[in-house]
């Protein structure tokens, strides 16, 4: 099959192509390179420039490539960012992927992968998230994530367009140091930052209800993220018409704030001890998937642990940023 990647420049992107192609899939890649990176791709990857708002490009996109599936990365994806900003991110995320959908449907596109997030879920009270847990997102990101479920299933069920929504949970770590996230908008690299500049890493709240105080997340290699794409893609390209799957994407294992940062001095070799300070509006005290589902309907499961993906992200942060070596502790 021939696979439409759109946001494949970014970060995930990158690896999601690189993951299609090593698994014998032919990869397209769609991206208006506003945070990707085209040096990501490899050289034998086509690249179209654009973005999914332009009906005509999409639609011209899938049909000289001859595109036999879609992969819907392309996204606005910072929360605080779509608190301030919510029409942009409605504009982007549900519109953009209206168009999309729209030009799939036209062209007769038989599988279709969206791009979802655990911000659907809001702050769960639950030990362990399930597809079924109700979802009350508190961000307009979060939002555009859950109405773009609705709308792609929406569209599965009118034309019989096979579909999978992969509900993501924390991503870190990289295949290869160039392919690294750039962004400092989660946990891992905001510690590196803070490591980096000889400052303490901030830990927000020390009191919730979990083993140490800190808040528990499911982390997830970006590898085995990108490896889940190619398992859905597979599993749509022999699915009936009119498939629809709903997959949180994950370990199923918590670990906590302090664990992290505890990890990442140990692998940095930097000795400063974290700074513990209020908590953050809506954080909620542990969000970690289920994940049975996921190795139910594809036959698959994350293989990397959380030091993979804390030495993998540190050996992409040190290329960008070489002032960054490795301490070595007296």
Not at 162 to 183: H, I, K, S
Not at 196 to 205: H, K, L, M, N, S
Not at 290 to 306: I, N, Y
Request: proline share 5%.
């Amino acid at each position: 099959m021939t696979w439409l990647i759109t946001g494949g420049a970014g970060y995930i992107g990158g690896h999601v192509v690189r993951a299609m192609t090593e698994a014998g899939e032919r990869a397209v890649v769609y991206d208006d390179l506003s945070s990707g990176i085209a040096e990501r791709l490899p050289e034998d990857v086509p690249l179209v420039v654009g973005s999914t708002l332009d009906a005509d490009l999409v639609a011209r996109a899938l049909a000289d490539h001859a595109i036999t599936g879609v992969v819907h990365l392309a996204a606005k994806k910072q929360v605080g960012e779509s608190v301030e900003q919510p029409l942009r991110y409605y504009r982007e995320n549900v519109e953009g992927l209206r168009v999309l959908l729209e030009a799939v449907a036209d062209a007769g596109v038989p599988s279709f992968v969206f791009s979802s997030s655990a911000a659907v879920y809001g702050m769960p009270d639950v030990d362990l998230v399930t597809e079924d847990t109700p979802c009350l997102p508190m961000s307009p990101y979060g939002e555009t994530k859950l109405a773009g479920e609705w709308l792609t299933r929406a569209v599965g069920r009118a034309t019989g367009l096979r579909t999978a929504c992969l509900r993501y949970f924390n991503v870190a770590g990289a295949a290869a140091p160039e392919l690294a996230d750039t962004g400092v908008f989660n946990l891992v690299p905001m510690v590196f930052e803070k490591l980096t500049a000889g400052a303490a890493p901030r830990i927000f709240g020390a009191d919730y209800p979990t083993p140490d105080g800190t808040c528990v997340r499911d982390y997830i290699h970006v590898t085995d993220l990108a490896e889940a794409h190619v398992a859905a893609a597979r599993r749509l390209a022999g699915a009936a018409p009119g498939t629809d799957l709903t997959l949180n994407i994950g370990r199923g294992e918590g670990v906590s704030v302090r664990e992290m940062v505890d990890l990442i001095a140990d692998v940095t070799g930097y000795d400063i001890p974290a700074e513990v300070t209020e908590r953050r509006a809506g954080d909620p005290a542990r969000v970690v998937a289920a994940a049975d589902r996921m190795t139910a309907e594809l036959g698959w499961s994350a293989k990397r642990d959380v030091r993979e993906m804390v030495e993998s992200a540190w050996a992409g942060w040190v290329r960008l940023h070489p002032e960054a070596r490795t301490q070595t502790r007296p």
